[in-house]
């Protein structure tokens, strides 16, 4: 079977916005918690640079434990959460910013219905092709 990358790349996409949806949440139910570092998730630079592999040049990786400059596939991309300590949003040291947890939300709702729609669209273009119509 061959692998379609759109397909990989969006799947990872809501993968990784289904975590930030729960970061998200985890950090507006903290809201209140003294001295609470908020969370924050980190993907979309790790797929920018599957889809740009190809233009740029791999070093030649010849041990597991060598680094590779690239990312190759998208199976070794990873959402990753970071814990944010360096910004204080109020006296008590908690830095939860309502508004921006909610504009975060807001931003990952509409990513995640884009996504949605075009896979849809690729369904409705295979379905399209193999019914020959």
Do not use: C
């Not at 434990?65 to 959402?79: C, D, G, L, Y």
Request: aromatic fraction near 6%.
């Amino acid at each position: 079977m061959v692998r379609d990358l759109t397909w990989d790349v969006v799947g990872k996409d809501l993968q990784g916005l289904a975590r930030r949806f729960g970061v998200v949440a985890e950090n507006m139910a903290n809201g209140n918690t003294p001295r609470y570092a908020r969370k924050e998730v980190s993907f979309e630079d790790q797929l920018q640079e599957v889809i740009e592999a190809p233009k740029r040049l791999p070093m030649v990786v010849t041990d597991p434990q060598h680094i590779k400059n690239v990312h190759t596939s998208v199976e070794e991309v990873a959402p990753l959460s970071r814990r944010v300590y360096d910004e204080v949003y109020r006296l008590d040291g908690n830095n939860v910013d309502p508004e921006r947890e909610n504009a975060l939300l807001a931003q990952s709702r509409m990513g995640y219905l884009a996504m949605n729609r075009l896979l849809a669209k690729r369904v409705g273009a295979y379905k399209l092709v193999i019914g020959g119509r």
